[in-house]
């Protein structure tokens, strides 16, 4: 439930009332062809606008090109506001609307079958899910959230106002900041993938003795691996996002702010700067180190350093403008071999047993 009156004390800074009701109440957030008058609805284009206005949601939200006309469109009991950037908009606005909370504490503050080891430490007002197990030393900050069957190992940490989804696994001595949320069946500080092999070739482990620190407002999606170090820690930096389905291997070191989307691989012992950002079913390898401020193009690979800032594509990586080119090459390479094919029979080269013509 949001009031528009909440919208222009909390948030003016971002929004601008254009007109009508500012006692409207909303209860539900719709696309345009779903609202009605309790609706609270975002609008970027003039289609969207004229369904709206037929619609006569409790509160309008539009971008700004729209400002003008939709101060007069729009029925007068309809509050209205324009934002510059629809995506911020949503950012600040859609979680009033969030249940997220309310379903973790359906349960209660601790649900009878969560088992917690008698040496763990619960926070106020944390919410404990069904048959959830928290180990020995294991610290549960303030106001978090702990899903059904989810497992917080021994001597792990959670920091306050962080949501762990239900089976989520956080190994021992790992560490999870603040504001972080943690989809389901993620694993954070599973063993690495490290082995030495004997001389008959039979694999022996390596132990994995460190964990993984996890900075504040990180989000990991669903069914991400992440390992621990071997003896120091794999980071995950704060302010970064990863997207579903991704690994990071041990003793890597995520920069703050990076967005890795899914199906994002790598390998051990990397570095990858601030800001980082990728597209789907990239690949990094082990043992590089990547600048700050770089852009992957989907299904891209890094086999070495990248040293400076910029856009990148491809395999092997080439700056995003020559890998393009490269891209458009790729797919004329049949007609250029047939092409090449003419002028090697015209050249009389295309016989190898051919003496090669005296220069």
Known sequence: MLAAQTIQKDHAAVFTWLSGDLQRVATECRVPPAAGPDSLVFVGDQAQLECVRQRKPAIVIVQAKLATHA???????????????ISMGMALILKHFDQKRARFEQWGARHPTAIVHAQATLGQGACLGPYCVIGAGARIGDGCLIGSHAVIDNGARIGAASVIHPHVFIGAGCEVGERCEI??????????????????????????????????DVEIGSN?????????????????????????AHN???????????????GGSTTIGR???????????????????????????????????????????????????????????????????????????????????VP
């Open 71 to 85: 101060a007069t469109a729009l029925d007068e009991k309809s509050c209205c506001f324009s934002v510059c950037n």
């Open 183 to 216: 989809h389901p069946h993620t694993s954070i500080g599973g063993d690495g993938f490290g082995y030495a092999v004997d001389p008959d070739g039979k694999p022996r482990k390596i132990s994995h003795l460190g964990n993984v620190l996890i900075g504040d």
């Open 224 to 248: 991400c691996a992440i390992d621990r170090a071997t003896l120091t820690s794999t980071h995950i930096r704060s302010g970064v996002k990863i997207d579903n389905l991704c690994h990071i």
């Open 252 to 266: 890597c070191d995520l920069g703050e702010n990076g967005f890795y989307t899914a199906g994002f691989m790598m």
């Open 275 to 357: 800001q980082f950002s990728t597209g789907g079913n990239s690949v990094v390898t082990g043992h590089v180190t990547i600048a700050d401020n770089v852009s992957l193009s989907g299904r891209s690979s890094v086999t070495n350093d990248v040293t400076a800032p910029g856009h990148y594509a491809g395999y092997p990586l080439q700056p995003l403008k020559e890998a393009m080119k490269t891209a458009v090459s790729i797919g004329q390479l049949n007609k250029i071999r047939k092409n090449l094919q003419r002028v090697m029979k015209h050249l009389k080269l295309d016989d190898e047993s051919a003496d090669p013509p």
